[in-house]
């Protein structure tokens, strides 16, 4: 995590602070725009880790996320602001105590069955630079076990928009488990997703991460949400009406 404070300009600061869906005494939740990275990006561009200095106390303390989301992934992040709240909320993501929620579109038309659950293995590959997740049988040596449950919200002969909840953490893992069934997830060019749709170009991976629900630091579940982006809204509503 990076110690030392980073010089951030005023419009930085605005816009981290206009990201900000919920803080209290333990917690800050932040609705992350796609083609953010939430740490260790490449080149000169602040990632999220780095806009959280804006919440910096006078002591030098600031926020630290406790988990992810890819790059182009938007949605619901958490940063703990104490030690204490950073060390339960890892151990209940360790725990498999906090429930995550996404929407996807993806494409052609809706999953088959609509519901289900996908539990084939995983293992990452490594190119180069880049690092990518495939799948694999359970017994190959670089198996990790993933589990996928998803449900069709709306569908068209083109896309279908799904609800998503991952039960395992694996990089990822939901667009490599939509890929594997044959659905990959819109404007995923990795992961082999449709870049244009009912002649509509997709603008950027269609994942959004809708909510979070976990057992707070200071007591009792907390179940934050944060809306889809308007890319997202548009392009939903241009499939599904």
Known sequence: MSR????????????????VIHEDAAILALNKPAGLSSQGGRG???????????????????????????RDTSGVIVAAKTKPA???????????????????IVAPGAPEPLDGVIETPLRREERGREAYMRTCSPDH??????????????????????????????MHQLRVHLASIGRPITGDAR???????????VPR??????????????????????????DFQALSTALFG
């Open 191 to 201: 992961y082999g997703g449709a870049l244009m749709l009912a002649g509509e170009e």
């Open 4 to 19: 030392t404070p980073v010089v951030l300009r005023p419009d930085e600061i605005a816009a981290v602070r206009s990201m």
């Open 86 to 104: 950073a060390g339960a909320l890892g151990k209940a993501i360790m725990g498999r105590r906090v429930k995550k929620t996404y929407r996807a």
């Open 141 to 170: 040596p670089d198996a990790e076990s993933a589990k996928t449950t998803y449900r069709t919200l709306k569908s068209s002969p083109a896309a279908a928009l799904v609800e998503l909840e991952p039960h395992t953490g694996r």
């Open 44 to 70: 000169q561009f602040h990632t999220l880790d780095d806009l959280l200095w804006a919440f910096a106390r006078s002591n030098g303390k600031r926020p630290e996320l406790v988990h992810r989301l890819d």
């Open 205 to 230: 991976l269609m994942l959004h991460a809708l909510a979070l629900e976990f057992p707070h630091p200071d007591g009792g579940t907390t179940r934050i949400e944060a809306e889809p982006p308007e």
